[in-house]
């Protein structure tokens, strides 16, 4: 077996749960009740009946990218994987914005936790980043970034954490219920421990 040496990690709800602040939040401005188990699939939007672009602003108007709490145990076992000289890279397709520097936020965000020493990747192409800088695991929540490096990368362990949104609806929906099996699933990021070696 072929050593780790390097993870990628998706942020938003893969570091701290994302949706479950968003929800309640977003419910509360639009006059719904959307559940965590309503959002069984990409396109969520509909939910509230909303728009991306009103979808963005509500996520600045809240300050999610740099006010909510990553996960005690997340923060610890990063320190871990750090310890153990495994590099980690974190990868965000997070909003931009002209009158929001969502890169400083971020950044002052994971320094509250210590974790500043991460390189940070901004950008939404998850399988060229995964190519140019040949990551041994991958782990993120939606679905597609997870098809995307299955489909192209035979070196690259794919990780799925499970959330509503990824679960078998989801690979009924896009045709692919052959693949639920295949894909490892874990229930925290704490489980990629398992992974290493
Ligand atoms: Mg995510």
């Given at each position: 077996m072929k050593k780790i040496k390097k993870i990628w990690i998706d942020i938003d709800?893969?570091?701290?749960p994302f949706m479950e602040y968003l929800l309640p939040l977003l419910n509360k401005d639009f006059w719904k009740n959307v559940k965590?188990?309503?959002?069984?699939?990409?396109?969520?939007?509909y939910l509230w009946e909303i728009d991306r672009e009103e979808f963005k602003n509500k996520i600045k108007k809240y300050n999610i990218y740099e006010t909510w709490e990553i996960y005690n145990e997340t923060i610890t076992l990063i320190k871990n994987l750090k310890k153990k000289n495994i590099q980690i890279l974190f990868v965000t397709s997070r909003f931009q914005y002209n009158d929001y520097d969502t890169i400083k936020k971020t950044k002052q965000w994971l320094k509250k936790y210590n974790l500043d020493g991460i390189e940070i990747i901004f950008n939404n192409n998850k399988w060229n980043i995964c190519k140019i800088h040949n990551i041994d695991i991958f782990v993120d929540d939606w679905l597609h970034n997870i098809l995307d490096i299955i489909e192209k990368s035979k070196k690259t362990k794919t990780l799925i954490l499970d959330q509503p949104w990824n679960r078998i609806a989801e690979f009924k929906k896009l045709k692919i219920t052959h693949l639920f099996e295949k894909i490892d699933r874990i229930k925290?990021?704490?489980?990629i421990i398992k992974y290493i070696y």
């Open positions: 709800d893969t570091l701290y965590m188990e309503d959002i069984n699939s990409f396109d969520l939007l925290n990021l704490n489980e």
